[in-house]
């Protein structure tokens, strides 16, 4: 019998929450698995309720919600010997689909209930702040820190915060050390450190990122003009983005981010205030998750038809 808590977020991302309960109860099967189900009821609660689970001494812990409920769920396991699951109802659902997990509910269960595919991922801290996905400043910090002010959620209000934040931003200057001892100073739009592949949505911002590797991808594009928008657009959805002329790619397990005025930083999609230096490591094997062990050409097809049914729905609802 192993014991099972699963940890839902009512309201991120588009998706209705209604029948996760009932899904939940069916297909984990009570003579193997001992589950409870707990909503949280604001920010910081998922963290508060997987310490809950851990003192309870829980096999799995599950994150039924966006990449801000995982993370939170994530950063409270890393180094126990519970088990994350995800069950990904947010709006990019960037890890989830890094990994290969299901984005429909009923099979991303389903894949927790045969919990035979462990994998053991690393994570990185940002000045502290835990992720597992993205942690960047720039223009997307900026977008973040807009979107998480909207009271609606999905792809295509992200576009829209994007939009009106494009017509304004100013790029600003950075001085970027790897850990190698190479150091940069560079005007950029943006500045993505990536422990994963992708934003969410299947924005794929450093393609070649593996989150088993120990080093962090870091991706800096220069200032762009109007033009540049479409074709960076393109390659950031094709997995290309980083043969674009403007865009310089590097790996490293610590960076040094030095910019001349404090501002937003985004860790996991989320919005935080950061000063005027940030620094950022990789921590190796620090978190076991349920993933399907499939090739990235499966992962690709899969995540690709998933986006866009997803798509297609927002647009009609919205």
């Given at each position: 019998m192993k014991k099972i808590s699963v940890i839902v977020n009512p309201?991120?991302?588009?998706?209705?929450?209604?029948?996760?309960?009932?899904?939940?109860?069916?297909?984990l099967h009570p003579q193997t698995f001992q589950t409870e189900i707990f909503y949280t009821q604001c920010a910081g609660h998922a963290s508060v309720l997987t310490q809950q689970a851990l003192n309870k001494g829980v096999d799995y812990i599950v994150a039924a919600g966006g990449d801000g409920t995982v993370n939170e769920v994530a950063r409270a396991m890393v180094h126990t010997s519970a088990t994350l699951g995800i069950i990904p109802v947010g709006s990019g659902n960037g890890l989830a689909r890094d990994l290969g997990i299901p984005m429909d509910i009923k099979k991303a269960i389903e894949l927790i209930a045969q919990a035979q595919y462990t994998q053991v991922i690393d994570y990185c801290k940002a000045n502290e702040h835990i992720f597992f996905c993205t942690c960047g400043v720039g223009f997307d910090a900026v977008v973040s820190e807009k979107f998480s002010e909207s009271k609606k959620r999905g792809s295509i209000s992200y576009a829209k915060s994007a939009i009106a934040e494009y017509l304004k931003f100013k790029p600003?200057?950075?001085?970027?050390?790897?850990?190698?001892g190479t150091t940069l100073?560079?005007?950029?739009?943006?500045?993505?450190?990536?422990?994963?592949?992708?934003?969410?949505?299947?924005a794929y911002i450093a393609p070649d990122a593996n989150n088993r590797d120990g080093l962090m991808d870091i991706?800096?594009?220069?200032?762009?003009?109007?033009?540049?928008?479409?074709?960076?657009?393109?390659?950031?959805?094709?997995?290309?983005?980083?043969?674009?002329?403007?865009?310089?790619?590097?790996?490293?397990s610590k960076v040094t981010i030095k910019r001349n005025h404090p501002g937003p930083m985004h860790v996991d999609g989320e919005s935080l205030h950061a000063g005027t230096e940030i620094l950022l490591k990789t921590i190796p094997a620090g978190l076991r998750v349920?993933?399907?062990?499939?090739?990235?050409?499966?992962?690709?097809?899969?995540?690709?038809?998933?986006?866009?049914?997803?798509?297609?729905?927002?647009?009609?609802?919205?």
């Open positions: 309201i991120s991302g588009t998706i209705s929450k209604d029948n996760i309960s009932k899904l939940i109860n069916r297909l600003d200057v950075y001085e970027i050390t790897l850990d190698e100073k560079e005007e950029a739009f943006l500045i993505t450190c990536a422990n994963a592949s992708q934003y969410g949505n299947n991706v800096i594009v220069a200032p762009i003009n109007p033009l540049d928008v479409g074709p960076l657009t393109i390659q950031l959805f094709t997995k290309q983005i980083i043969n674009n002329q403007r865009v310089s790619y590097y790996r490293s349920i993933a399907p062990l499939k090739t990235n050409k499966q992962r690709t097809l899969q995540n690709q038809l998933e986006n866009i049914h997803l798509f297609f729905r927002e647009i009609f609802n919205d």
